[in-house]
């Protein structure tokens, strides 16, 4: 399988290295692109010449929320096809029908155990 270049857009480093580990695990063969604050999701797609071919998304971000990048994503032309998943705390019915309207492909609460890590892996490459 060719390499999965994967943007995610999350502040927990914690989460982070989870899901770099389910990664791992999984046999995954991926490069992640990390950014840690809202308002640098939009700037970094915009100068990357190689798009990523998913991005998986928090919506509880410091600088700006995962709902108004999800907003500017899909309002681009560039970047409305790129697969998304939204990964956040949230269960929220009005987080996950807004995360659908604005496009997203997949949500998913985030887990709590290696395995719900690995499960989300496993949909997240389902996604590219």
């Avoid at 580990?21 to 915009?46: R, T, Y």
């Avoid at 999800?70 to 929220?92: D, R």
């Amino acid at each position: 399988m060719e390499k999965i270049k994967i943007l995610l857009i999350e502040d927990d480093a914690d989460d982070i290295e989870l899901l770099k580990d389910a990664f791992d695990q999984n046999g995954v063969n991926c490069s992640i692109d990390v950014i840690m604050e809202g308002d640098k999701a939009i700037p970094w797609l915009e100068s990357n010449r190689q798009l990523p071919d998913v991005i998986v998304i928090d919506f509880n971000l410091p600088k700006l929320h995962g709902r108004e990048i999800l907003s500017q994503i899909q309002a681009s032309e560039n970047f409305g096809s790129i697969p998304l998943m939204v990964l956040t705390t949230s269960a929220s019915q009005d987080d996950m029908r807004y995360a659908f309207s604005m496009g997203a492909d997949k949500f998913v609460t985030k887990p709590n155990t290696m395995q719900g890590f690995n499960t989300t892996v496993e949909a997240i490459v389902a996604l590219v």
